[in-house]
């Protein structure tokens, strides 16, 4: 089992930057293909970023693609998420989660992770 901890959320106006940061408890984080969701208000849980246990692969959803960049350290048990050229869509309450299984794709549902955080909140103005 594993807990994770976002952090880095805040407030910040359209076309700045803020660094998400996602922390997991656990000898056996390595394992974990990892990701990125968020949920604004009154609409569901979407897919933002995925990462491979490696941090090999990435892939993002077609709103984030080139202003958003995933990445993980594995000796530090931590993923994140950098966020550039923040736009008032993207606020919204951020969740990393953490899967089992087999690593040979990347999860972009928010079906496929089996461990979530208590998630971080970005508020973008205009």
């Known amino acids: 089992q594993v807990q994770l901890v976002e952090s880095g959320g805040g407030l910040v106006q359209a076309g700045g930057s803020l660094r998400l940061s996602c922390a997991a408890s656990g000898r056996t984080f390595s394992s974990y293909p990892m990701g990125w969701f968020r949920q604004a208000p009154g609409k569901e849980r979407e897919f933002v970023a995925a990462?491979?246990?490696?941090?090999?692969?990435?892939g993002y959803a077609d709103s984030v693609k080139g202003r958003f960049t995933m990445s993980r350290d594995n000796a530090k048990n931590t993923v994140y998420l950098q966020m550039n050229s923040l736009k008032p869509e993207d606020t919204a309450v951020y969740y990393c989660?953490?899967?089992?299984?087999?690593?040979?794709?990347?999860?972009?549902?928010?079906?496929?992770?089996?461990?979530w955080g208590q998630g971080t909140r970005v508020t973008v103005s205009s």
């Open positions: 990462i491979s246990r490696s941090g090999g692969r990435t």
């Open positions: 989660g953490a899967a089992h299984g087999a690593d040979y794709y990347l999860r972009l549902t928010r079906y496929e992770y089996d461990y």
